[in-house]
């Protein structure tokens, strides 16, 4: 079944194309990521979703219900969390996803459990009786997930939640994400993070010019990627690297005992490994030198 279906999806503002014929689908339980090159489609998307943007034309459909036959029904499927904070800055940060549970008609008790629930998942109870003002920033992110998730919704659009916060934070919000998709939540994520996407997706839509430009597998994406920039490191102090090696591999010795190589895709790393041991190095570890995705991502835009 699918979550979300889109389909011949326009939207203009005066002559201005920001959606044009867009057609995407969402199978209940993806982790999907919309990656866009400019901000406005991904903006007006998840507002047409929620009705805070009117239709041109389209054919919007979540959890199989058409929104415009019952947006009632079908917007209680999905729950967004937006980059800006929009809650009462005044109240305690307990009761804020208590007011959002009482919106949604929820019982009180079971509103306690959820909130005490998801606010220690993501360290906020001891914050409980604190205003949302003294909140840290990282801290209020994570508070407007809580009050997203009181509700418990089937599908859940995740708008940057991991923008300017910190390496450590961002892994930590990914295992808790990645723990909510598998407990049967859909979840749509919208990151200008592209290790995020591979880390975490399953599914990619990427958005150029008002056109969808790749709707895949974050692996079938990645597997039409040719050649990967890695650094290998050694335990060698003075690496030797045979003419033929360095242009084969486009290598090249850098500071400290690391090499940097271009692996292409005929190229395995069982057969990258033997020529090394031939030249007597041995590695410790390898890495890419930059996002895989990056660097698919930079290439569909031009």
Known sequence: MLAIKIKNLVKKYGELDVLNNI????????????????WAWKTTIISILTNLVNKDSWEIKINGIDIDEDFKKGRSFIWVVPQEFNFDIFATVQDIPLIQAWYYGIDKKIALERTEKYMKKLGLWEKRDVKARELSWWMKRRLMIVRALVHEP????????????DVELRKSMWEFIEELNKSWTTIILTTHYLEEVEALCKNVAIMHKWVIVENT?????????QKETIILSTTNDNIQLDATFKKTYSAKKLDGWEIELEIWKKHSLNELFRELDTLKIEITSFRNKTNRLEALFMKLLK
């Open 154 to 165: 089937e599908i859940l659009i995740l708008d940057e939640p991991t923008a300017w916060v």
């Open 217 to 225: 597998s974050v692996k079938k994406l990645l597997s039409t990627l």
């Open 23 to 38: 057609d995407l689908e969402v199978e209940k339980w993806d982790f999907f990521a919309l990656l866009w090159h400019n």
